[in-house]
């Protein structure tokens, strides 16, 4: 997608902490950290939010669960993490890929607002 920042990224037109690749993913970290640990995994295929996953193909849809599994063993995170996807105005949604955010490394608050 022309103009897309994530795409950008993906491509390696704009640098990234890269930290996970397949076929179908990409995972970086996020440059506006939240917690100690704060890594955005996208699918390649651009479609704007997580509204819209379900025009992904089936075996990318399975590919992002599968790496958010992976790229949480390689981060350590054993003690848990939180998966969000901000979906448009009201969520602050603020690039229009759907990324998925990985935070973890601390205690966090029952509080998801
Ligand atoms: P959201 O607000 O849910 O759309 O999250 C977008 C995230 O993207 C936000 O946490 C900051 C991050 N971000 C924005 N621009 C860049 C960038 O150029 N590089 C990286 N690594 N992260 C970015």
Same mark, same amino acid.
């Given at each position: ?8 990224? %993906?491509q ?35 479609? =704007?939010? %997580? ?9 990318v849809?399975? =590919? ?8 949480a063993? =390689? ?10 996807s ?15 955010? %990985? ?11």
């Amino acid at each position: 997608m022309e103009n897309c920042l994530f795409c950008k990224i %993906i491509q390696g037109d704009i640098p990234s902490a890269k930290v996970y690749e397949d076929e179908y993913c990409f995972a970086f970290r996020d440059i506006n950290p939240q917690a100690p640990t704060h890594i955005l995994l996208v699918p390649k295929m651009h479609v =704007a939010n %997580i509204g819209e996953a379900c025009t992904l193909p089936a075996k990318v849809q399975t =590919a992002l669960f599968a790496a958010i599994e992976k790229i949480a063993a =390689a981060e350590k995170l054993e003690n848990g993490f939180r998966v969000v996807s901000n979906c448009g105005k009201d969520a602050c949604q603020s690039v229009n890929h759907l990324h998925l955010h %990985i935070l973890g490394g601390k205690q966090m608050s029952e509080s998801m607002s």
